[in-house]
């Protein structure tokens, strides 16, 4: 209550697919010395072993906190407890409405106008590190099956993503 807040959007398939991509290459594996620790790395290491196909269909609570509705719960309750809120989609989008601002990750130049507009930011650095590495997973040679497999984990984070596009074409048109 009081504060402005900002946040960020990626279509949940680009999203698991940069997850994966991250966790598999450049997260290095780590002991496991606190419980924290043992719930993340347990997705690096799944990410690590797993063909991606598996890794979407992993049902590990330790994998699906990171894979299912991760953003929804992270504006709504916890990103980090792998169960369903009680807040409505219709509470989250509301909550969403009161962003200052946020960046759509597929509106980059619609984004950046916002946040130059609201923050009087001209430009916003951008990092991708496994864009570029040969044996990454690409989003566009994901199957049928196995991308109905993510949004059908992401059932939230989709609307709530399609909410916050909808919000930011409108903001575009003011």
């Known amino acids: 209550d009081g504060h402005a807040f900002i946040t960020n959007f990626r279509h949940p398939v680009s999203r698991i697919v940069s997850l994966y991509n991250y966790f598999r290459f450049v997260v290095p594996q780590s002991p496991r010395m606190t419980d924290d620790a043992r719930i993340d790395f347990h997705c690096v290491d799944a990410a690590k072993t797993l063909s991606f196909d598996d890794f979407v269909r992993c049902d590990h609570p330790d994998v699906r906190v990171y894979t299912s509705d991760?953003?929804?719960?992270?504006?709504?309750?916890?990103?980090?407890?792998?169960?369903?809120?009680?807040?409505?989609?219709?509470?989250?989008?509301?909550?969403?409405?009161?962003?200052?601002?946020?960046?759509?990750?597929?509106?980059?130049?619609?984004?950046?106008?916002?946040?130059?507009?609201?923050?009087?930011?001209?430009?916003?650095?951008?990092?991708?590190?496994?864009?570029?590495?040969?044996?990454?997973?690409?989003?566009?040679?994901?199957?049928?099956?196995?991308?109905?497999?993510i949004l059908d984990i992401n059932t939230r984070d989709m609307a709530i993503y399609r909410h916050a596009v909808a919000r930011l074409l409108e903001r575009e048109q003011a």
């Open 70 to 149: 991760h953003h929804f719960r992270q504006l709504t309750g916890s990103q980090w407890v792998y169960e369903t809120p009680a807040t409505r989609i219709e509470d989250a989008c509301a909550f969403i409405d009161q962003a200052l601002c946020y960046y759509v990750c597929e509106y980059p130049e619609a984004s950046l106008r916002q946040f130059s507009l609201r923050l009087g930011l001209s430009s916003l650095p951008t990092l991708n590190i496994t864009r570029e590495r040969p044996d990454s997973v690409v989003e566009a040679e994901i199957g049928a099956e196995t991308r109905r497999a």
